[in-house]
């Protein structure tokens, strides 16, 4: 399963589906809602020209909400629903940070992941 995969599956029962990579459609707007996309990672090179096992991910979340206190609690519900999930070795890289989108008036959350899954 591929690390999307995983990652809309333990984050849909949040926000009953609403989930997108990298950004929601324009026709959505229902909230709360997620997005995410992967930026990066760390890349595991062998000498011998072995094929790794594991990857790594690197991972944006976003949440969206109508105001500010609640995308943070919705991002402390994806924090503590990414950490033990079923194939992701997640480890937090840092605390939430909070956005505001002017244009659609959204209040949302960010945070990186990093994910060491099976490939």
């Known amino acids: 399963m591929s690390v999307e ?9 949040l926000v009953s589906n609403h ?5 929601a459609p324009p026709t959505i707007t229902a909230l709360p809602r997620i997005t995410f996309q992967a930026v990066g990672g760390a890349a595991v090179n ?17 949440v969206w909400h109508n105001d500010a206190p609640s ?5 402390r519900e ?18 939430a940070v909070q956005i505001y989108e002017p244009d659609t008036k959204l ?9 060491w899954y099976d490939d």
């Open 19 to 23: 989930v997108w990579t990298p950004i």
């Open 71 to 75: 995308a943070m609690a919705l991002m």
């Open 107 to 115: 209040h949302g959350a960010m945070q990186d992941f990093s994910f």
């Open 46 to 62: 062998f000498f011998e020209g072995n094929v790794p096992s594991k990857k790594n991910c690197r991972m944006q979340v976003n």
């Open 78 to 95: 994806v924090e503590d629903t990414l950490r033990p999930a079923s194939g992701l070795q997640a480890t937090v890289l840092g605390a």
């Open 5 to 13: 995969s995983l990652v809309f599956s333990a984050l849909k029962p």
